[in-house]
């Protein structure tokens, strides 16, 4: 199984801050990397598809980038509703793995 | 608008079954692959098993392989999750996706809770 490494696994900032988190793969997955939101009590969200597409409807102070092994998810301008947990998941083999989440918090 | 529908979900003994349900609304269900994931309280996403748009390709996390099924009605739109053998560590929150763009998970339902307990 490919495994999925998120850093860090929280981190703390304020509104408008940039914030950068990264997901590392144990074997290269191409860009078959997707990232999800996930709010207390809720399902998760998806954000962006194959490394740096996003899904309809999602503000563009999000973006991915990387390939083969190193990824990243940044929010350019973080903003209140986007306090969260984030998930980064390959799509590149079966099983589908997740990386373990990374926890905004509001500093 | 799309939307997926779990039930199922309950209280169980440990050893015991469940079968969970997901039933798909407002898309062609039949052109998609859809994913079973769960999530333990408190803890992260965990994939748990796939199946192909026609229902003859399967796949299962490796954790879980032997103890659960997965099947779906195209004529029903309706995708099934057969767990045996339960212990506490399959408590958690079970969700069923879409696989949309990217081979990523474009629509999720709610979720369902397995609790295993005696």
């Known amino acids: 199984d490919i495994q999925m490494t998120q850093s860090p696994s929280s981190l703390s900032a304020s509104v408008g801050d940039r914030v950068t988190i990264t997901c590392r793969a144990s074997?290269?997955?191409?860009?078959?990397l997707n990232w999800y939101q996930q709010k207390p009590g809720k399902a998760p969200k998806l954000l962006i598809y194959?490394?740096?597409t996003l899904q309809s409807g999602v503000p563009s102070r999000f973006s991915g980038g990387g390939s083969g092994t190193d990824f990243t998810l940044t929010i350019s301008s973080l903003q209140p509703e986007d306090f969260a947990t984030y998930y980064c998941?390959?799509?590149?083999?079966?099983?589908?793995?997740f990386g373990g989440g990374t926890k905004v918090e509001i500093k | 608008e799309e939307q997926l529908v779990e039930s199922g979900g309950g209280l169980v003994q440990p050893g015991g079954s469940l079968r969970l349900s997901c039933a798909a609304t407002?898309?062609?269900?039949?052109?998609?692959?859809m994913h079973w994931v769960r999530q333990p309280p408190g803890k992260g996403l965990e994939y748990v098993s796939a199946?192909?748009?026609?229902?003859?390709?399967?796949s299962y996390a490796t954790s879980l392989r032997g103890r659960i099924t997965v099947s779906r009605d195209n004529s029903k739109t309706t995708l099934d999750l057969q767990m045996g053998s339960l212990t506490a560590a399959d408590t958690a929150m079970y969700f069923c996706?879409?696989?949309?763009?990217?081979?990523?998970?474009?629509?999720w339902g709610q979720g369902t809770m397995v609790t295993v307990s005696s």
């Open positions: 998941q390959q799509s590149y083999s079966t099983p589908r793995t």
């Open positions: 199946i192909n748009s026609d229902g003859t390709i399967k």
């Open positions: 996706a879409r696989r949309g763009p990217g081979l990523a998970l474009d629509i």
């Open positions: 407002g898309f062609s269900f039949s052109d998609y692959a």
């Open positions: 074997q290269t997955i191409s860009n078959y």
């Open positions: 194959s490394t740096s």
